[in-house]
């Protein structure tokens, strides 16, 4: 499994000088599974360049939204793929009891937010609800769980071969809640971050920070520390970038989160912050050959 | 892997405005089963929820004994958050409950279930003290 990171930051878009190493395109990783399956992790601006790095070639993918929020969707009508006939494209997403998933995105692919309607994408374009259980998508099995956020928010959990992706991109699980004492099945999200090889967490605020943003939907650093550390995530990335945080300031929170981290009793080198075009390799073992007659 | 069976994120969000609360307050999943109880609602029964645990819904029915107005045992059936996981729909009653040391104590419950886009996943019951009773003021 393969994961690259197109769009680090939330909020929204923060482009300019301050912003170049770190990224200010917003919510999307790309991951392409063991059999070639491609599957696009949110659709933030940062969908816009990974479109644009896709084969102009009859291609099939799949998009899976964890929510709704602007900072997640803004990128659909930018991405290439979906104005190509050749291109069948699913997009996956959290049900809600007001509209359907196809209703609730044509509000902002529509006029006057939009030049473009929906049903003028020339792409075979389909909407699905996440289903409560499992499913398959090419080699992988997806996991889609209800998290702490504004809003109907899922995080995923992608398992391909013996390797695990966990995002959660906009998570609050210490809402209300001490993370260090709490059962494991009372942490929102634990399950789908459970030994994860790779988790994708929330880092939006300082610790200093998060005080004054209590109820946002968004974890301080150290609550993101002790998600990961309960969940036993092998390595984790912090995600979903404060617009406000320069590259300079994200250096220091990343000297910061790695020091926390050993405290904690981790090693420093498995926690970083998301940086934009970074790429990860998650090692997917083969099934062991069985001896045949 | 094996995935532990975690609450459903409106009972962890539910439990955890109730640790917030200063209201006794009492949550149980969509099997009935009590999975939580607050600080005040411990002060109320004599017992912290950690010396609990979970209790299954025929125990911690009569595990207080809530009363009636004769003193009579309210059935299982008719207490507020049953009717409130089974039925779908609020429930409130004026009842007396017992706590770990023999004192009673005059409440109204109110009760609602949490409804979700994938069904109910339980209910929640707060206590207020009684205003016909004397003001949930505990009695030997």
């Known amino acids: ?293 | 892997m094996s995935f532990v069976t975690q609450r459903p994120l409106e009972l962890i969000l539910a439990r955890n405005l109730m640790s917030a609360l200063s209201t006794p307050a009492f949550l149980v999943d969509e099997g009935g089963l009590l999975v939580f109880y607050n600080e005040a609602a411990g002060m109320l029964l004599g017992k912290r929820f950690e010396e609990l645990g979970t209790v299954g819904p025929q125990e911690w029915g009569s595990l207080f004994g809530p009363f009636d107005e004769s003193g009579e045992p309210i059935p299982y059936d008719d207490l507020p958050l049953v009717r409130a996981v089974r039925a779908g729909r609020p429930a409130h009653a004026e009842l007396t409950i017992r706590s770990t040391d023999g004192t009673q104590h005059d409440v109204e419950v109110s009760a609602f279930p949490i409804q979700t886009p994938h069904g109910s996943q339980g209910a929640i019951a707060v206590f207020w003290p009684s205003l016909v009773n004397g003001n949930g003021a505990g009695r030997a």
């Open chain 1, 1 to 293: 499994m393969k994961v690259k990171l197109w769009g680090t930051r939330g909020s929204i878009p923060a482009p300019g000088p301050e912003t170049i190493r770190y990224g200010g395109n917003t919510s999307c990783v790309g991951v392409t599974l063991a059999d070639g399956s491609m599957l696009a992790l949110d659709a933030g601006t940062g969908i816009r360049c990974l479109g644009l790095a896709l084969p102009d070639e009859p291609t099939r993918l799949h998009i899976l939204l964890t929510h709704l929020h602007l900072d997640h969707i803004q990128g659909l009508v930018f991405f290439a793929p979906a104005f190509r006939p050749q291109t069948e494209i699913v997009i996956w997403g959290p049900a809600s009891p007001e509209a359907s998933l196809r209703d609730r995105i044509a509000r902002y692919i529509s006029a006057p937010l939009s030049p473009v309607e929906v049903r003028e994408l020339p792409c075979d374009v389909s909407f699905r609800h996440c289903p409560e259980s499992e499913w398959e998508i090419g080699s992988a099995r997806i996991r889609a769980g209800s998290v702490s956020h504004r809003g109907p928010t899922l995080g995923y959990r992608i398992d391909d071969g013996d390797s695990s992706l966990a995002y959660i991109p906009d998570h609050e699980p210490a809402l209300g809640a001490d993370l260090d004492e709490l059962e494991e099945d009372w942490i929102s999200g634990f399950e789908l971050a459970r030994d994860a090889s790779l988790l994708i967490h929330d880092g939006q605020y300082t610790d200093a920070e998060y005080p004054g943003h209590v109820g946002w939907g968004h974890s301080a650093t150290s609550h993101a520390l002790s998600f990961a550390r309960r969940t036993a995530a092998e390595r984790t990335v912090l995600f979903h970038h404060d617009p406000l945080h320069s590259d300079d300031q994200l250096d220091a929170l990343a000297a910061e989160a790695r020091e926390k981290w050993v405290e904690l009793g981790g090693d420093a080198g498995a926690i970083e912050l998301a940086a934009e075009r970074s790429e990860y390799e998650l090692p997917v073992r083969a099934p062991q050959a069985t001896a045949t007659a």
